[in-house]
């Protein structure tokens, strides 16, 4: 045999060899442990545990590794590194491996079947702990809550008055006011506050019934607004995904049993006859207060509602363009001619603050609704059962007796238009209306036997007997 042979032959030993050293694995021979030269990688094994193996590479890494066979099948798995696992340990886990070999299971269907257990554990506890918050909610969650959540939601899409009536509904009360609080010194909780602190999932039919049970016999007008606005309400909370896993499976609100009990709303006539407009203009004249004086006169010149008028600024006049933005509770806002006469009642107010039909009562911001005022002036002109309402109502029908084209009135007042052709077609500019309104206020005012002529000196009122 040649040299050459005889060295190849020493040299694939000493490989075998070095391939298969097996020594008992000591803190020492671990740390010492080092890579062959012109190696990948090389292997030490230990004595003490069949099948474990300290591998390092030719970049000095280390890791334990356990190789056995399963099947005839060569296995090789990592166990970790010795930075990581003590020799103990990688020993008890080579022998936890060979047990499983030896039972005839592979160690990483094993493993991969335990992740896959403990990945199933994780989503039931997931799934089991999500029930629970959702049980959680279910029974905390308030009707305030989602009111607030509404509220916000829909405020966008709602006009400032609509959105300020929402939230009157379901106000606590006890706030100190100078008026509307029935002698008690501070406002009263809106109607729906009675639901403000009950869990939403609570609330049944039989809730909702024995609630309008109650308003029906104490302020029945506010309880049917309250009652439509809280079957929209439950409405849009069973169209939300958030919130429908909450609501009972019908509309708590619609039920027969709640109508019956806040009863319908009666159609009112209240309004000024021609034979009237005399008296009512002479005793509302003769009122002390004249900011409570010009509301009243404005209020039917204008044809608006109680509470637009009540909510007009000095910036929403424009004197020079002779027109008055108006905060409509349905659409946000509509622009109306200012009329002479109206124009002559605004420009006579004390500008006190940025309302113009603003208070004397440092704590009060506007005039409160007159009321006692107006049933003061309808008493001394031997009017009965006139309302604020009234005179909005008393606008459209004086309005139908003259030549306006119809739609006119409505239009100014804030009526949704009522026919396809109106929606569609009809488009009227503010000169057209000023034209018009301003008809309407003359003749008015001449049924009222009122004279009133504009000077460019100023403006006078003669009242004729």
């Avoid at 309302?387 to 084209?405: C, D, K, N, W």
Wanted: with cysteine.
């Amino acid at each position: 045999m040649g040299y050459m042979a005889v060295t190849w032959r020493l040299h694939g030993l000493h490989e075998r060899a070095q391939a298969m050293a097996k020594l008992n694995f000591t803190a020492g021979r671990v740390a010492d442990f080092k890579c062959e030269a012109g190696k990948a990688q090389s292997f030490l094994w230990d004595t003490t545990a069949p099948g474990l193996g300290l591998r390092i590479t030719s970049n000095g890494a280390k890791a334990y590794i356990f190789q056995s066979k399963l099947n005839t099948q060569a296995i090789r798995i990592t166990i970790g590194s010795p930075s990581v696992w003590n020799i103990d340990k990688a020993r008890a886990e080579a022998r936890r491996l060979k047990v499983l070999i030896d039972g005839g299971k592979d160690p990483r269907q094993v493993k991969a079947d335990g992740l896959e257990a403990a990945q199933v554990a994780r989503k039931v506890k997931k799934a089991a702990e999500a029930a629970a918050a959702a049980l959680v909610e279910k029974h905390t969650t308030t009707f305030q809550q989602v009111w607030d959540v509404y509220l916000e939601e829909r405020k966008p899409h709602w006009g400032e008055r609509h959105y300020q009536d929402h939230v009157k509904k379901i106000a606590a009360g006890g706030i100190p006011a100078l008026r509307g609080t029935r002698g008690r010194g501070v406002t009263i909780a809106g109607p729906l506050h009675y639901f403000a602190s009950m869990p939403i999932s609570s609330i049944d039919s039989e809730t909702v019934e024995k609630w309008a049970k109650v308003e029906g016999k104490v302020r029945p007008t506010s309880a049917r607004l309250a009652w439509r606005m809280l079957k929209v309400f439950f409405q849009w909370c069973s169209e939300s995904k958030k919130y429908r896993d909450l609501m009972q499976p019908q509309n708590p609100g619609k039920t027969k049993k709640s109508g019956e009990s806040l009863g319908k709303a009666k159609s009112k006539r209240d309004n000024l006859e021609l034979a009237q407009l005399p008296g009512w203009f002479e005793a509302v004249q003769k009122l002390p207060n004249p900011t409570v004086s010009a509301y009243l006169q404005t209020l039917l010149l204008s044809g608006a509602r109680p509470g637009e008028i009540l909510a007009m600024k000095w910036e929403d006049i424009n004197w020079r363009w002779g027109s008055i933005i108006i905060r409509d509770k349905i659409d946000g806002e509509r622009t109306i001619p200012l009329t002479p006469f109206v124009s002559h009642l605004l420009a006579k107010l004390p500008k006190r603050n940025e309302f113009v039909f603003s208070s004397f009562q440092e704590r009060a911001d506007t005039i409160g609704k007159p009321h006692l005022a107006h049933k003061q002036a309808c008493d001394a002109a031997g009017l009965q059962g006139l309302t604020l309402h009234g005179l909005r109502r008393s606008f459209a029908s004086l309005a139908e007796q003259t030549e306006a084209p119809g739609g006119v009135a409505a239009q100014i007042q804030g009526h949704k238009p009522q026919s396809a052709r109106e929606k569609s077609y009809i488009v009227r500019p503010m000169d057209f209306l000023r034209k018009w309104h301003i008809n309407i206020e003359a003749w008015i005012l001449e049924q009222a036997h009122i004279d009133f002529s504009p000077k460019p000196a100023g403006l006078s009122i003669v009242q004729r007997n």
